[in-house]
């Protein structure tokens, strides 16, 4: 997956492609896979990179959402809870089982989740992970070593699935690409091409890193991006009704001694009505997460105070080993594009989690809401609205089997490597490390990553800045932000050998992620 093969694509302004698809998040990368693999022409735009907004930023469950069915949303759940399964067969070496457990202070609440979680269970039906259980206060206490045990009771045990989020949107874009779709990242829509009658016929891009500009024609045009749909409903109609509100969350990352062990802790009722997760991931603790509306869709949300306070709190009342700021190694803030209110006084609590398909008069259609567990089924339903309003001829949807690019055998992922994110990729970042030594080294001695996944991510993975590989390809700015910040240098020298970029590219790529990255930590660095 090269960057210019990709680009190149654009330079016969004749082609009239089948599916054009705005945005290369979770939503964006999931429709140019059901495209492609139906048979259609299709190209994605992307205006930053893959997955820079929402779907990086998640609490990384693959899940039916315990709290959705406590709010009686039983067929998202139910929906959800098929996707998890297809996602662990389809995905194995980014999705697996992750245990959850409930600890227990009140008598009621043993027998109140253990009900609710048999009736998840059985909404997962052949898909299921395993049978949740009731389990006493020593069980509990070996799988949350640091539970607070004062008043501690028992506990539920209960299963999920867990992923890497924005590793899962590359190999979207790479099975995409496979699969004869064009994805480009770093490519923004400025503009809707219309017809005299009115009716979309197109996308106006420019290339974010080069400047170009190209008019590109298609069938049907797909508005994925998120928590800036309206910005797209903006260009089509000046005058639209506010369609998304953005809801922010957190996450801060801790170290593993705060929750050693593999079992992640669930709070199902925190003092804002929310639930509480921390979460095992990649050797470190992600705790979160909270859900705050905003006035304005951000690229880079940053974690108000009050959300930081409430995540730190929370955590400290059912932790022993309590964490303060300084404990902090990154804060992420993401945001949910909630599909807006439509009664008046409705909250956003309150309006379903489950996608929205609209098709505005132009003829451009546009999802809103969803979750990333569901991505797979967006994008049927996206591609299949296309059809039935028949701007693309009816092809059957081909994913529910399809093995996403890096799939292996569940049995065959080994996950105290490192690299086992890679999945069928490993063998050949490992010749990369046999061919070149220097490739071996690592790029910061306090984690595995090494100078062979940087090559790999600039080769083959499209990445074309600092920030692409250490946020998205390698996931190093959302365990360890100093870290991160210690290697954008080696990492920027690296690039700009692959790319022809010189000194000039390299300073101030540095000094670009050093000041992103800089958001992403709680005190001074
Ligand atoms: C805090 C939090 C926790 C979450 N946790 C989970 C979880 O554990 N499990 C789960 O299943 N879901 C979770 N979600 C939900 C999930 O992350 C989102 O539903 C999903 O990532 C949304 O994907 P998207 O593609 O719709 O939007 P995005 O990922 O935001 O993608 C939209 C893309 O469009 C691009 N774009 C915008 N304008 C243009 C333009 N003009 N031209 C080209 N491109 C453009 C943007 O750059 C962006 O990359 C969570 C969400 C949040 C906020």
């Known amino acids: 997956m090269k960057r210019t093969e990709q680009i190149s694509k654009l330079n016969d302004s004749n082609v009239e492609w089948d599916v054009i698809i705005i945005g290369g998040g979770a939503s964006g990368l999931g429709t140019a896979v059901d495209a492609a693999t139906r048979g259609y022409k299709t190209i994605l735009f992307e205006a930053n990179d893959f997955a820079k907004a929402t779907s ?66 059985m909404l997962s039906k052949k898909l299921s992970l395993g049978k949740s259980v009731h389990i006493n206060k020593e069980k509990t206490i070996e799988q949350l070593p640091t539970i607070k045990k004062e008043k501690l009771r028992g506990g539920v045990v209960y299963y999920d699935g867990q992923f890497d989020d924005s590793r899962l949107a590359v190999n979207l874009a790479q099975t995409a690409v496979e699969n004869g779709a064009t994805v480009i990242n770093h490519i923004k829509v400025t503009d809707l091409l219309k017809d005299n009658a009115g009716k979309i016929i197109g996308v106006k891009v420019k290339d974010a890193l080069y400047g170009n500009e190209y008019n590109v024609k298609g069938k ?70 909270t859900d705050i509306l905003v006035e304005h869709p951000s690229l880079e949300p940053r974690a108000l105070e009050q959300e930081i306070e409430f995540v730190l709190s929370t955590a400290s009342q059912y932790l022993t080993k309590k964490p303060t700021r300084k404990d902090v190694l990154t804060v992420f803030a993401g945001q949910r594009p909630l599909a807006a209110p439509e009664k008046e006084g409705e909250s956003t609590k309150e309006v379903s989690r489950s996608h929205k398909i609209m098709v505005s008069n132009t003829g451009l259609i546009s999802i809103i809401g969803g979750k990333w567990t569901t991505y797979r089924q967006m994008a049927e339903d996206f591609i299949n609205k296309a059809i039935q309003i028949n701007k693309i001829p ?132």
């Open 56 to 121: 990086s930023r998640s609490t990384k469950l693959v899940h039916g959402g315990v709290r959705y069915l406590a709010q009686g949303d039983v067929s998202l759940v139910k929906e959800a809870l098929r996707e998890r399964g297809l996602l662990e067969r389809n995905a194995s070496h980014l999705a697996k089982k992750q245990s959850f457990v409930i600890p227990i202070y009140k008598w009621f609440d043993g027998p109140f989740y253990t009900i609710g979680l048999k009736l998840y269970d």
């Open 394 to 525: 009816n092809k059957p949807c081909k994913t529910e089997n399809l093995s996403i690019h890096g799939n292996i055998p569940a049995e065959k992922v080994d996950r105290t490597n490192h690299l086992y994110i890679y999945g069928a990729d490993i063998p050949e970042i490992l010749k990369l490390q046999q061919e070149n030594s220097e490739y071996a080294e690592k790029i910061h001695p306090n984690h595995d990553y090494t100078k062979a996944e940087i090559i790999w991510a600039i080769r083959t993975e499209m990445a074309e800045k600092v920030e692409d590989i250490l946020a998205r390809r390698v996931r190093l700015l959302f365990i360890d932000a100093r870290a991160a910040i210690d290697c954008a240098e080696t990492v920027a020298k690296i690039m700009a050998k692959e790319l022809g970029h010189d000194n000039q590219w390299i300073e101030k790529e540095v000094n670009e992620f050093r000041d992103l990255a800089k958001g992403y930590l709680l005190v001074d660095y």
């Open 220 to 289: 049907a045009i797909f508005n994925a991006t998120g928590v800036f749909t309206n910005d797209i409903l903006n260009m089509n109609d000046p005058n639209h009704k506010k369609t998304v509100v953005p809801s922010q969350g957190i996450h801060l990352v801790l170290d593993k001694s705060f929750l050693p062990g593999d079992s992640a802790l669930m709070i199902p009722k925190t003092s804002d009505g929310r639930v509480l997760f921390a979460v095992p991931w990649h050797n470190r603790i992600v705790v979160g997460t």
